[in-house]
């Protein structure tokens, strides 16, 4: 039997946007190529994304999205809780077979997220990440800690920060 460790992560920045332009770019669950920092423009570190795409509708909650890599290594993302009102989401992630061999991050189960949006008094947005997850006995835990984190920082909150970066240039320049 497979012995594991507990492991949490959380990271927090601030996104120079109005709350519910970010909230919205959020819960674009399909979203997601909008903005993810890929690891050759200093996102996370690990393999690129290949495809992202939905199951279920786009407004419903439950909602999946499938993020593959072009190792072949693919996740499910569930978004289990939307709430529009405490700017909330809660998702897990859970690991897909691959029948060619590449298995992504394997050290990990039980992945569950939550992500929170709040107001500054500066107009920008607060994004607060955390995550509970188990790891297998003999992983890292503080290197998996770090892996995590650095998805948060590097890859979500840089490609938030670069998405709304764009748009402001954009408008500025129409």
Do not use: C
């Not at 199951?55 to 993302?77: C, I, Q």
Request: cysteine-free.
């Amino acid at each position: 039997m497979q012995k594991y460790k507990r492991g949490h992560a959380e990271y927090r920045g601030v996104v120079d946007a109005p709350l519910e332009a970010v909230w919205e770019l959020l819960t674009d669950w399909a979203g997601f190529e909008r903005w993810w920092v890929k690891p050759e423009d200093g996102g996370r570190p690990g393999p690129n994304i290949e495809s992202v795409t939905l199951e279920g509708d786009p407004n419903s909650v439950p909602r999946t999205r499938v993020v593959r890599h072009v190792t072949g290594s693919a996740v499910d993302e569930k978004l289990w809780l939307q709430d529009n009102d405490t700017k909330r989401i809660v998702y897990d992630m859970v690991f897909r077979p691959n029948p060619n061999g590449a298995v992504l991050r394997s050290e990990f189960r039980n992945y569950l997220a939550t992500t929170t949006l709040d107001t500054l008094p500066t107009g920008e947005t607060l994004m607060t990440f955390k995550s509970e997850f188990d790891v297998i006995e003999e992983a890292d835990l503080n290197y998996m800690i770090s892996l995590i984190e650095r998805t948060y920082s590097d890859a979500i909150l840089n490609g938030f920060r670069r998405y709304f970066a764009r748009q402001k240039a954009e408008a500025a320049s129409a």
